[in-house]
């Protein structure tokens, strides 16, 4: 079993920037942070496969990064110019495999950090 631990959350205005950080406990071939907005549902918003494939959702391509350092089993998700929108609860993801879109194809959870931009 994967352990997932995320930090870095907090609140910012608008235009600011946050480190997400995932300490796991072991390294996967996919690791992804997901985000959930109050009342809606969770989606994928960027994910790394082996050592830097990336992908971003259009929401957040060109304002976020992400990466990871394999010697320290940890990610991260840089969050720069942030907006009202992005107010979400953040979680990272991991599964061996490849990297899947939906919530549902990843096995291993962190219990989420919490994003709050305000205008």
């Known amino acids: 079993q994967v352990q997932l631990v995320e930090s870095g959350g907090g609140s910012v205005q608008a235009g600011g920037s946050l480190r997400l950080s995932c300490a796991a406990s072991?390294?996967?071939?996919?690791v992804s942070w997901f985000r959930q907005p109050p009342e809606k549902e969770r989606v994928k918003i960027a994910s790394?496969?082996?050592?830097?494939?990336?992908h971003y959702a259009n929401s957040v391509k060109g304002r976020f990064a992400i990466s990871r350092d394999n010697a320290k089993n940890t990610l991260y998700l840089q969050l720069n110019n942030l907006k009202p929108e992005d107010t979400a609860m953040y979680y990272c993801?991991?599964?061996?495999?490849?990297?899947?879109?939906?919530?549902?194809?990843?096995?291993?959870w962190g219990q989420g950090t919490q994003v709050t931009v305000s205008s």
């Open positions: 072991e390294y996967t071939y996919c």
């Open positions: 790394i496969e082996g050592q830097s494939t990336t």
């Open positions: 993801a991991a599964r061996r495999g490849a990297c899947y879109t939906l919530p549902d194809q990843f096995p291993f």
